[in-house]
């Protein structure tokens, strides 16, 4: 074998490794790179070449880095070269992520050259805190029950032995002091009731509701307390199945999530509330959303709030967790509703971006019998169908679990994808390529620019790369225009058949 066909071999070999593989000289200028190394940093292969290493290292790490080397290049030491470990790398857009990385040396012609490969463990690590806060809530709900259940049994005796007390008791001053009391002890009692609803352990008077009706009798109890600064909007479907659930705890998660929303927009604003059938036969779409394939009734509430961050969102349904003011909230509200859903055989989901607004939905399962619309449920073989012939589109989305089912959803369709985190990153590449077909994106993202924000960008600047966005947020929110258009949006959570449909119309759109 020739020379030719030594250096054809070697660049066939990188580009068909998934991982990301980095050569670089003992300087750290590199001197070759795979395309799954461009693509996992942002870049293109091009803008990489002759660069150094250190653009693709956080700050921290970029300014140790010639230290160690030239460490190693003195005295032999090994701190990473065969070994390898976990690092942080720093994409493009200026986003930092774990990468499992391991080195190797080269010696050729009295020449030093490092090889480096690199794992993406952006999806290892969503998944150890997915399980890690899985357990914690366990852990809590365990311990919150536990103590509520010894914690109830206390005020019983309490309240029983006051209402005995003021019975007997003809005194005004001290029937006072009784009556407030017994309130301070009923609160208490109220207080460990969330603390079980958060715990699945309280029984739920469970009959067969309408959730729509559950919906307005709850708004009827709101009409005096939202204030004339926000405006209340709803969309409650008609031909709504019925569900299984507790009515009473059903109007209280209405009226937490409602005044919520509303503490979340001091200066005003609007919620919007919705119900809706939803079909989830769709395997990705059950597992996006954390619940067994069936046939559920949505319940959705958003605003256009202060909105939250992802930290907020990691521990927003953990009890005691507020961001409100000292003796504003106790942090049981969202804890509660989630307790509720849960053990009505439901899952709560959380859709937010800060300064953009939440959408909290609640899935209910529906009953057995509910006249289920087979045009809506998808044949599974119809999930499969491969509309596409390998153009290459380019998925935006900086949540690492839903970029991956965007990945395998649009694999499965028979389409080739890259990846950005951010719109920004997104730009970048679109920059240095003339391969994509269309950019899928969410709607608001990290950065300068959101999601509409690049498409306009697109459509000003590259005309032929068509565009579909997508969003979490609810209908209303859309509508609100803080958003944007929603005619142009791909709603959260979608089938594998909407889908489809959005990206064969936006393709065929030339």
Same mark, same amino acid.
């Given at each position: ?411 499965? @369709? ?5 990846? *950005?985190?951010? #719109?920004? !990153?997104?730009?970048?590449? /679109?920059? $240095? +390529? ?55 949006? @791909? ?5 594998? *058949?909407?889908? #489809?449909? !959005?990206?064969?119309?936006? /393709?065929? $759109? +030339?």
């Amino acid at each position: 074998m020739n020379t030719v066909d030594d250096r054809a071999l070697l660049l066939a070999l990188l580009d068909a490794a998934v991982d990301a593989i980095i050569v670089s000289d003992r300087d750290g200028t590199i001197l070759r790179l795979n395309k799954a190394a461009a693509a996992l940093f942002g870049y293109s292969v091009e803008r990489l070449m002759g660069q150094n290493v250190r653009v693709l290292m956080p700050t921290d790490m970029a300014v140790r880095h010639d230290g160690f080397l030239h460490n190693h290049l003195n005295t032999g030491e090994k701190r990473i070269i065969g070994i390898g470990r976990d690092v942080e790398g720093l994409r493009a857009c200026g986003k930092v992520f774990p990468l499992h990385l391991s080195v190797g040396r080269a010696d050729i012609e009295g020449k030093i050259a490092f090889v480096a490969i690199l794992h993406d463990q952006t999806r290892r690590k969503a998944a150890e805190e997915a399980s890690a806060r899985s357990q914690r809530m366990d852990a809590i709900g365990q311990m919150t029950g536990g103590i509520a259940h010894d914690f109830n049994n206390l005020l019983t005796v309490v309240i029983g032995n006051l209402e005995l007390l003021e019975m007997s008791e003809t005194a005004e001053k001290s029937g006072a002091l009784i009556t407030d009391a017994l309130e301070a002890a009923e609160m208490g009692a109220d207080l460990t009731s969330r603390l079980m609803a958060f715990a699945r352990k309280s029984p739920l008077q469970s009959e067969v509701i309408a959730v729509s009706d559950a919906v307005l009798q709850s708004l009827a109890l709101l009409k005096w307390t939202i204030g004339s600064h926000i405006s209340v909007e709803a969309s409650l479907a008609d031909d709504l199945w019925s569900t299984r659930a507790d009515a009473t705890l059903l109007q209280t998660a209405v009226l937490n999530l409602t005044l919520n929303a509303r503490d979340a927009m001091p200066v005003g604003g609007k919620i919007f509330l919705e119900t809706r059938n939803v079909t989830l036969y769709d395997p990705y779409l059950a597992e996006e959303i954390g619940v067994e394939p069936g046939s559920y009734i949505c319940l959705s509430i958003s605003d256009t709030g202060e909105g939250m961050s992802r930290e907020t969102r990691i521990h927003a349904i953990e009890p005691f967790f507020t961001t409100k003011a000292v003796g504003e909230g106790t942090g049981l509200g969202l804890s509660m509703v989630y307790g509720f859903v849960r053990q009505s055989g439901g899952q709560l989901t959380i859709y937010s971006e800060p300064g953009q607004g939440t959408t909290i939905s609640l899935y209910f399962p529906a009953l057995t019998d509910a006249s289920v619309d087979t045009s809506a449920a998808q044949n599974p073989e119809d999930a499969q169908t491969r509309i596409g012939t390998g153009q290459l589109i380019l998925v935006v989305e900086d949540d690492a679990r839903v970029m991956r089912l965007s990945e395998a959803r649009l694999q499965s @369709l028979g389409f080739g994808c890259i990846t *950005a985190t951010s #719109a920004d !990153a997104a730009w970048d590449i /679109l920059q $240095d +390529r003339e391969d994509i077909a269309l950019v899928f994106t969410d709607l608001v993202m990290p950065g300068t620019m959101s999601g509409h924000d690049l498409a306009i960008r697109i459509a000003a600047q590259k005309p032929d790369v068509r565009v579909l966005m997508t969003s979490g947020f609810s209908e209303g929110v859309l509508r609100d225009g803080r958003i944007g258009a929603a005619s142009s949006v @791909l709603r959260k959570p979608y089938r594998q *058949a909407d889908l #489809a449909q !959005a990206v064969q119309a936006v /393709l065929l $759109d +030339r």
